[in-house]
Nanobody, 123 residues
Framework: QVQLVESGGGLVQAGGSLRLSCAAS????????MAWFRQAPGKEREFVAA????????YYADSMKGRFTISRDNAKNTVYLQMNSLKPEDTAVYYC????????????????WGQGTQVTVSS
């Protein structure tokens, strides 16, 4: 079965950087879209970025473009989210997710989820 395990969250000052990792296991992900979502307290879960595993095509929420970069390492079966110029409003639990097939940005379209990793940005 599919397992997604996030790591790399933590406390960082505004303007700082973090790199999140999502280790994927349980099957071959070549036909999958891997995505990052985040959820702040009292808010809906929102799309951050996605990557097509097969060819590395990437997709970003408009508000993340230029600050966040999603990538994958085929050999390690791991997806990364590099986050730069972090702001207090980026504080949230960040989730890795996977779906088979085409890129979609709605969270309910994703079948597999990690447990989440907390990112806290202090001002």
């Amino acid at each position: 079965q599919v397992q997604l395990v996030e790591s790399g969250g933590g406390l960082v000052q505004a303007g700082g950087s973090l790199r999140l990792s999502c280790a994927a296991s349980g099957r071959t992900f070549n036909s999958y879209i891997m995505a990052w979502f985040r959820q702040a307290p009292g808010k809906e879960r929102e799309f951050v970025a996605a990557i097509r595993w097969s060819d590395g095509s990437t997709y970003y929420a408009d508000s993340m473009k230029g600050r966040f970069t999603i990538s994958r390492d085929n050999a390690k079966n791991t997806v990364y989210l590099q986050m730069n110029s972090l702001k207090p409003e980026d504080t949230a639990v960040y989730y890795c997710a996977a779906r088979l097939g085409a890129y979609l940005y709605a969270s309910y379209e994703y079948d597999y989820w990690g447990q989440g990793t907390q990112v806290t940005v202090s001002s």
